[in-house]
């Protein structure tokens, strides 16, 4: 079949011959899975000092031959970035690759010209030093590339890692933090593979992208964790350009979801599955006996969304035969202020439909709208195509109102940045831009399918102080 969307005609087949894992069952979870190493820093008059550098290398996936592939401080994915609420940060970032980057902070409060969109290029061989205070509760962000209509290509290369953000509050809570033991990051991504083991982008490409057979957790194929405590807590990310995932256990088992984008939940929620869109993270803790063998797996979140998608397996977790004592979870978490919209001072609708957003597409030299700093506004998202599409906003964290008119479920309770939108339904959100003027430089609002981004799904818009005209640059050398 063939879908018209947007005036452009793409491919939308039965999925017959869409790249699928395999299926549930068959992995070997031969291999350990890979931890990304904690980035170091120094403090340095009050700040503390990140490097990161971008560049090329080879790693190795699978048998038949090593995959060229893009990495920070290393070939394959970056380093984990932690740093405190309250603490000023400041990242050179090195570009070491032969072609232009950026590096975006998702899911960051931070001025726009620290944000690394489009509008921060990093010419090859050159470097770029952002830097800003954390002022956000304690949250699992990551960060990668947001080059102009090549977002996907350099993540899909490699290019992207975590960045945590601590705080007094999180520290407080008696949950797992010892990183790596029982505090794991999850980068999930699909990739399929050539003859000669390069990635292999183009098969698998229809409405949304991408997808890939085969799952990488940090960098690992078939990866398998091993347990030494009662409690883990996962900190799962969707890394994939494309592909939804919808997280169960294999056995069915609960766990409790205790944070989202942007920090954590004011409960834990018990549930036994967490569906997330390219972007989204949720923390989890999961409870294992001694000597057991836990999947995770995801089922398919929607046959409709990614047809043919059948359940596969992610990551085996295999608890030690005596398992350290976790403290209990709490019942409660941190407060989260009530989202009220009595004071908002904006509505605006966003249409998602094709690769548009209210039928424009991405213009670096047009602001798409000008809000003004430290007010609140009520945002109306729909999605038109009965396909994926998501909704992912800089600089803010927000709270989902309502969809289709009714309280959102217990795991859209908390602090959002990127949200899946299913076909139909209207999502409103309460959305707060603070601190941060900048009448010259843009945030993005935009789906976070990062083909549907590249190819133009994307807006801008800039925070001004109240009376301040705005002055939209384009950035130097762009000529669309
Ligand atoms: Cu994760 Cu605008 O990006
Ligand atoms: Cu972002
Ligand atoms: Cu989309």
Known sequence: AVLVVGGAAVWFGAGASRPTPPPAGAASFDRPLRIPE?????????????????GAGRTSFVPQGDTPTLGYDGAYLGPTLVAARGERVRVRVQNGLDVSTTVHWHGMHLPAAMDGGPHSPIPAGASWTPEWTIDQPAASLWYHPHLHGRTR????AGLAGMFLVTDDAEASLPLPRTYGVDDVPLIVQDRSFGADGGFAGGPGMQFDGALGDTILVNGTVTPHLAVSTERVRLRLLNGSSARMYDFVF?????????????????????????????GERAEIVVELSPGEDAVLRSRAPDPALHAGAAAFDVLQLRAAASLAPSPELPETLVPLPAADDADAAAQRTFVMSGHSINERQMDLGRADFVTEVDTTEVWTVRNENPLPHSFHVHDTQFRVLTVDGGPPPRRLSGWKDTIALEWNREYRLLVTFEDYADPTTPYMYHCHLLWHEDQGMMGQFLVVEPGQQPDLRRPEGDTD
Request: negative net charge; proline residues 6%; without cysteine.
């Open 38 to 54: 904690l980035a170091e820093s120094i403090v340095r008059d009050g700040v503390r000092v990140f490097e990161l550098e971008a």
């Open 153 to 156: 290509e350099q993540v899909d």
């Open 250 to 278: 294999a056995d069915g088992r609960e766990f409790s979801l205790i944070g989202t984008d942007g920090g954590l939940l004011a409960a834990p929620v018990r549930t036994t599955s967490v569906p997330l869109s390219p």
